[in-house]
T-cell receptor, first 113, second 117 residues
Protein backbone atom coordinates (compact mmCIF):
# COMPACT_ATOMS: atom_id res chain seq x y z
CA UNK A 1 0.00 0.00 0.00
CA UNK A 2 1.05 3.54 -0.62
CA UNK A 3 1.93 5.86 2.21
CA UNK A 4 0.91 9.49 1.92
CA UNK A 5 2.03 12.04 4.48
CA UNK A 6 0.91 15.63 4.51
CA UNK A 7 3.23 17.81 6.53
CA UNK A 8 1.30 20.29 8.63
CA UNK A 9 -2.31 19.55 9.47
CA UNK A 10 -2.88 23.29 9.96
CA UNK A 11 -1.12 26.02 8.00
CA UNK A 12 -1.65 29.74 8.47
CA UNK A 13 -0.40 32.37 6.06
CA UNK A 14 -0.95 36.08 5.74
CA UNK A 15 -2.90 37.40 2.81
CA UNK A 16 -0.45 38.03 -0.01
CA UNK A 17 2.16 35.64 1.36
CA UNK A 18 3.45 32.49 -0.26
CA UNK A 19 1.35 29.37 0.19
CA UNK A 20 3.24 26.08 0.43
CA UNK A 21 1.46 22.76 0.90
CA UNK A 22 3.56 19.66 1.48
CA UNK A 23 3.03 16.01 0.67
CA UNK A 24 5.46 13.12 0.80
CA UNK A 25 4.70 9.67 -0.50
CA UNK A 26 6.36 6.28 -0.47
CA UNK A 27 6.55 4.41 -3.72
CA UNK A 28 9.32 2.68 -5.61
CA UNK A 29 7.70 3.72 -8.87
CA UNK A 30 6.43 7.28 -9.24
CA UNK A 31 2.67 7.17 -8.86
CA UNK A 32 0.04 9.45 -10.22
CA UNK A 33 -0.18 12.47 -7.89
CA UNK A 34 -3.19 14.57 -7.08
CA UNK A 35 -4.15 17.46 -4.86
CA UNK A 36 -7.77 18.13 -4.06
CA UNK A 37 -9.28 21.16 -2.35
CA UNK A 38 -12.41 21.23 -0.23
CA UNK A 39 -13.85 24.66 0.36
CA UNK A 40 -16.14 25.11 3.37
CA UNK A 41 -19.41 23.25 2.90
CA UNK A 42 -18.43 22.08 -0.56
CA UNK A 43 -17.27 18.84 -2.12
CA UNK A 44 -13.73 17.99 -3.14
CA UNK A 45 -12.47 19.35 -6.41
CA UNK A 46 -9.21 18.81 -8.21
CA UNK A 47 -6.54 21.41 -7.47
CA UNK A 48 -3.83 19.96 -9.70
CA UNK A 49 -2.31 16.66 -10.72
CA UNK A 50 0.81 15.10 -12.18
CA UNK A 51 0.53 12.02 -14.36
CA UNK A 52 3.11 12.12 -17.15
CA UNK A 53 4.95 14.64 -19.24
CA UNK A 54 5.94 18.08 -18.06
CA UNK A 55 7.02 18.04 -14.44
CA UNK A 56 5.72 21.53 -13.70
CA UNK A 57 1.96 21.42 -13.52
CA UNK A 58 -0.44 24.26 -13.11
CA UNK A 59 -3.71 23.98 -11.30
CA UNK A 60 -6.67 26.10 -10.45
CA UNK A 61 -6.61 29.40 -8.58
CA UNK A 62 -2.92 30.09 -9.27
CA UNK A 63 -1.50 26.95 -7.70
CA UNK A 64 1.33 25.04 -9.32
CA UNK A 65 3.60 22.18 -8.36
CA UNK A 66 6.75 20.57 -9.64
CA UNK A 67 7.18 16.82 -9.67
CA UNK A 68 10.65 15.80 -8.52
CA UNK A 69 11.09 12.08 -8.91
CA UNK A 70 14.10 11.79 -6.64
CA UNK A 71 12.41 13.54 -3.75
CA UNK A 72 9.14 11.50 -3.58
CA UNK A 73 7.30 14.69 -2.78
CA UNK A 74 4.73 16.89 -4.44
CA UNK A 75 4.34 20.35 -2.93
CA UNK A 76 1.95 22.88 -4.48
CA UNK A 77 2.68 26.56 -4.11
CA UNK A 78 0.88 29.79 -4.76
CA UNK A 79 2.86 33.05 -4.80
CA UNK A 80 0.23 35.20 -3.10
CA UNK A 81 -2.46 33.91 -0.79
CA UNK A 82 -5.99 35.15 -1.11
CA UNK A 83 -8.69 34.95 1.51
CA UNK A 84 -10.62 32.64 -0.79
CA UNK A 85 -7.81 30.06 -0.56
CA UNK A 86 -8.89 29.15 2.95
CA UNK A 87 -9.89 25.51 2.66
CA UNK A 88 -8.92 21.93 3.40
CA UNK A 89 -6.36 20.49 1.00
CA UNK A 90 -5.81 16.78 0.41
CA UNK A 91 -2.93 15.01 -1.27
CA UNK A 92 -3.68 11.72 -3.01
CA UNK A 93 -1.66 9.15 -4.91
CA UNK A 94 -2.57 6.28 -7.16
CA UNK A 95 -0.10 3.65 -8.25
CA UNK A 96 0.44 3.15 -11.94
CA UNK A 97 -0.67 -0.46 -11.61
CA UNK A 98 -3.37 -0.33 -8.96
CA UNK A 99 -6.82 1.13 -8.80
CA UNK A 100 -7.02 2.54 -5.30
CA UNK A 101 -6.39 6.14 -4.38
CA UNK A 102 -4.60 6.84 -1.12
CA UNK A 103 -5.30 10.13 0.59
CA UNK A 104 -3.40 12.13 3.13
CA UNK A 105 -5.10 13.36 6.27
CA UNK A 106 -5.50 16.88 4.97
CA UNK A 107 -4.05 20.34 5.54
CA UNK A 108 -6.32 23.09 6.76
CA UNK A 109 -5.19 26.40 5.30
CA UNK A 110 -6.07 29.62 7.11
CA UNK A 111 -5.43 32.97 5.45
CA UNK A 112 -4.96 35.85 7.86
CA UNK A 113 -6.05 39.30 6.66
CA UNK B 1 -25.56 14.14 -15.48
CA UNK B 2 -23.03 16.89 -15.23
CA UNK B 3 -21.45 15.62 -12.04
CA UNK B 4 -21.57 12.97 -9.37
CA UNK B 5 -24.72 13.15 -7.31
CA UNK B 6 -25.43 11.61 -3.94
CA UNK B 7 -28.58 11.20 -1.94
CA UNK B 8 -29.69 11.95 0.62
CA UNK B 9 -27.53 14.96 1.38
CA UNK B 10 -28.21 14.52 5.09
CA UNK B 11 -29.44 11.53 7.04
CA UNK B 12 -30.24 11.32 10.71
CA UNK B 13 -30.99 7.87 12.05
CA UNK B 14 -31.25 6.03 15.30
CA UNK B 15 -28.68 3.57 16.49
CA UNK B 16 -29.49 0.09 15.25
CA UNK B 17 -31.35 1.18 12.13
CA UNK B 18 -30.22 0.37 8.60
CA UNK B 19 -29.40 3.14 6.12
CA UNK B 20 -28.87 3.24 2.37
CA UNK B 21 -26.76 5.85 0.67
CA UNK B 22 -26.97 6.35 -3.07
CA UNK B 23 -24.42 7.51 -5.62
CA UNK B 24 -24.99 8.41 -9.27
CA UNK B 25 -21.63 8.65 -11.05
CA UNK B 26 -20.78 10.69 -14.09
CA UNK B 27 -22.07 9.01 -17.23
CA UNK B 28 -19.35 6.94 -18.87
CA UNK B 29 -17.25 6.55 -15.73
CA UNK B 30 -16.74 2.87 -15.09
CA UNK B 31 -14.83 3.23 -11.82
CA UNK B 32 -16.68 4.21 -8.65
CA UNK B 33 -15.30 4.74 -5.16
CA UNK B 34 -16.78 5.15 -1.72
CA UNK B 35 -14.94 7.02 1.03
CA UNK B 36 -15.72 8.02 4.56
CA UNK B 37 -14.64 11.36 5.99
CA UNK B 38 -14.90 11.65 9.72
CA UNK B 39 -14.62 14.96 11.55
CA UNK B 40 -11.03 16.16 11.48
CA UNK B 41 -9.84 13.14 9.55
CA UNK B 42 -8.77 12.46 6.01
CA UNK B 43 -10.59 10.33 3.52
CA UNK B 44 -10.88 6.68 4.43
CA UNK B 45 -11.21 4.36 1.44
CA UNK B 46 -14.14 1.97 1.77
CA UNK B 47 -14.70 0.16 -1.52
CA UNK B 48 -14.01 0.41 -5.22
CA UNK B 49 -16.10 -0.76 -8.18
CA UNK B 50 -14.96 -1.48 -11.69
CA UNK B 51 -18.18 -1.83 -13.60
CA UNK B 52 -20.48 -3.84 -11.35
CA UNK B 53 -17.75 -5.79 -9.62
CA UNK B 54 -15.88 -4.78 -6.51
CA UNK B 55 -12.31 -6.11 -6.77
CA UNK B 56 -11.26 -4.26 -3.64
CA UNK B 57 -13.46 -4.39 -0.54
CA UNK B 58 -10.58 -4.13 1.87
CA UNK B 59 -11.65 -0.81 3.28
CA UNK B 60 -15.09 -1.81 4.54
CA UNK B 61 -14.81 -1.36 8.32
CA UNK B 62 -17.07 -4.26 9.29
CA UNK B 63 -19.56 -6.75 7.92
CA UNK B 64 -22.31 -4.26 8.67
CA UNK B 65 -21.15 -2.34 5.60
CA UNK B 66 -21.97 -3.53 2.11
CA UNK B 67 -22.20 -1.96 -1.32
CA UNK B 68 -23.49 -2.86 -4.70
CA UNK B 69 -23.54 -1.36 -8.14
CA UNK B 70 -26.01 -2.18 -10.86
CA UNK B 71 -25.93 -1.52 -14.57
CA UNK B 72 -22.44 -0.11 -14.26
CA UNK B 73 -23.97 3.07 -12.94
CA UNK B 74 -25.78 3.70 -9.65
CA UNK B 75 -24.23 2.41 -6.47
CA UNK B 76 -25.73 1.92 -3.03
CA UNK B 77 -23.78 1.78 0.21
CA UNK B 78 -25.74 0.05 2.97
CA UNK B 79 -24.92 0.24 6.64
CA UNK B 80 -26.81 -2.23 8.80
CA UNK B 81 -27.44 -1.79 12.51
CA UNK B 82 -25.85 1.62 12.52
CA UNK B 83 -23.64 2.65 15.40
CA UNK B 84 -22.74 6.13 16.60
CA UNK B 85 -19.21 5.71 15.30
CA UNK B 86 -20.66 5.40 11.80
CA UNK B 87 -21.48 9.12 11.89
CA UNK B 88 -19.46 10.76 9.14
CA UNK B 89 -19.66 12.20 5.66
CA UNK B 90 -19.78 9.47 3.05
CA UNK B 91 -18.29 10.52 -0.26
CA UNK B 92 -18.65 8.91 -3.62
CA UNK B 93 -16.31 9.52 -6.54
CA UNK B 94 -16.12 8.26 -10.09
CA UNK B 95 -13.46 8.17 -12.76
CA UNK B 96 -12.59 6.53 -16.01
CA UNK B 97 -11.24 3.03 -15.87
CA UNK B 98 -7.75 1.67 -15.40
CA UNK B 99 -5.01 1.19 -17.92
CA UNK B 100 -4.10 4.32 -19.77
CA UNK B 101 -6.70 6.22 -17.85
CA UNK B 102 -5.23 5.53 -14.43
CA UNK B 103 -4.08 9.09 -14.37
CA UNK B 104 -7.62 10.24 -14.74
CA UNK B 105 -9.07 12.41 -12.04
CA UNK B 106 -11.65 11.27 -9.55
CA UNK B 107 -14.72 13.45 -9.49
CA UNK B 108 -16.41 13.68 -6.14
CA UNK B 109 -20.02 14.02 -5.19
CA UNK B 110 -21.15 16.43 -2.49
CA UNK B 111 -21.40 13.65 0.08
CA UNK B 112 -24.03 12.33 2.44
CA UNK B 113 -23.74 13.55 6.00
CA UNK B 114 -24.83 10.71 8.28
CA UNK B 115 -25.64 11.26 11.93
CA UNK B 116 -26.43 8.28 14.11
CA UNK B 117 -28.12 9.21 17.36
Amino acid sequence: AQSVTQLGSHVSVSEGALVLLRCNYSSSVPPYLFWYVQYPNQGLQLLLKYTTGATLVKGINGFEAEFKKSETSFHPTKPSAHMSDAAEYFCAVRSRTGNQFYFGTGTSLTVIP
Amino acid sequence: GAGVSQSPSNKVTEKGKDVELRCDPISGHTALYWYRQSLGQGLEFLIYFQGNSAPDKSGLPSDRFSAERTGGSVSTLTIQRTQQEDSAVYLCASSFSYGRARGETQYFGPGTRLLVL
